[in-house]
């Protein structure tokens, strides 16, 4: 394996002649529709995400990215689009759960059994297949940060419930492995916000997820939430060590804007690590120097073949022009460093 790969975690800016980026940075990530955010017509919402699909693909690939995403760019938040397209759902009178934040915030009310009636994010798979001929990473919320985004009126406890959304997350990533993903992703950041429950229960809706899914590279990105929403972040993860147990190969975490010290690579001796190299609370883009001296502290402490670098987390309540700058610097002095081993 090629090392020091460059990858974008998840999302990347959304134009804002497609979504109100002002009411959008504005409120907590949504967990149920908010429709109120796009500023075209359903009847040509479509096309217009296509469209935008297309410009965050090429920002990427001009930026010289190894592994792209889509962006991003259909989701009003990382998780919604998923779990709102699941039964078992009151979305017209939703419950309230508190976010990683403290506050209370509109969630799914789950009043029966949790399914996943149709694919979600295949027909966004196949079309970003169809842009470009280097690996693609998709995304999808993982079950446990999906049963802490909900509130739970059906099942006897919130271990119950992860397990039902790790079904349906598991029925999607095999869909989307056959769609043409080359990874595929589950995003977990509450398992920093909530250790306690993590240690009940996530693993094992992690691998039930995970359960049988082949022929892509099998990812989990943990986080502290989005620097424009969360901005003092911890110095350390407390639940990080378990995950070399877990059977995907890569672990993406932040560590650019915590100031993580690169010694906690060595709690995931087992796994490919995605390193953040990027900190998006900081709207003056990296240079390429920066972003080597990151990975060089890095590599005292984990092989460069296992290592991969990336933004922080998603991208998307970036300016559209500082998130270019930051790639074209990833691309750099993750360039500038391999040309060192």
Request: hydrophobic content about 40%; overall charge negative.
């Amino acid at each position: 394996m090629e090392p020091l790969r460059t990858t974008v975690v998840g999302s990347y800016p959304q134009p804002e002649w497609l979504i109100d980026r002002r009411k959008l940075g504005g409120r907590l990530p949504p967990r149920v529709p908010a429709r109120e955010l796009w500023r075209v017509d359903e009847a040509w919402l479509d096309d217009a995400q296509d469209d935008a699909t297309i410009l965050a693909v090429r920002d990427m690939v001009a930026a010289g990215v190894d592994i792209v995403t889509d962006g991003e760019i259909r989701r009003e938040s990382y998780s919604n689009r998923f779990a709102n397209a699941l039964e078992g759902l009151d979305l017209d009178e939703p419950g309230t759960a508190l976010d990683r934040t403290g506050h209370p915030n509109p969630v799914p009310r789950v009043v029966g059994p949790v399914r996943r009636m149709r694919p979600v994010q295949v027909r966004d798979t196949e079309f970003l297949r169809s842009l470009t001929d280097r690996p693609i990473r998709v995304t999808v919320p993982g079950p446990f940060t999906m049963s802490q985004q909900a509130q739970n009126d059906h099942y006897p406890d919130l271990r119950s419930l992860a397990l039902a959304y790790a079904e349906a997350v598991n029925e999607e990533l095999r869909d989307l492995v056959a769609a043409g993903a080359d990874v595929v992703q589950i995003d977990e950041p509450y398992l920093q916000a909530r250790p306690e429950q993590a240690r009940e229960y996530a693993l094992e809706a992690i691998e039930r997820a995970f359960d049988g899914v082949s022929g892509a590279t099998l990812a989990l990105h943990t986080c502290f939430g989005y620097a424009a929403i969360v901005h003092e972040k911890p110095n350390g993860y407390p639940f990080l060590a378990e995950l070399d147990s877990i059977s995907a190969e890569q672990i993406s975490i932040e560590a650019a804007q915590p100031r993580l010290d690169p010694s906690i690579l060595e709690q995931l001796p087992s796994k490919q690590v995605i390193l953040g190299v990027l900190d998006l609370s900081d709207m003056t883009p990296e240079t390429a120097e920066v972003v080597a001296d990151r990975i060089r502290a890095a590599l005292r402490h984990i092989d460069p073949e296992r290592l991969l670098v990336a933004p922080d987390c998603g991208m998307k309540y970036l300016p559209r022009e500082v998130a270019k700058a930051k790639l074209h610097a990833l691309v750099e002095g993750a360039a500038t460093v391999r040309a060192e081993l």
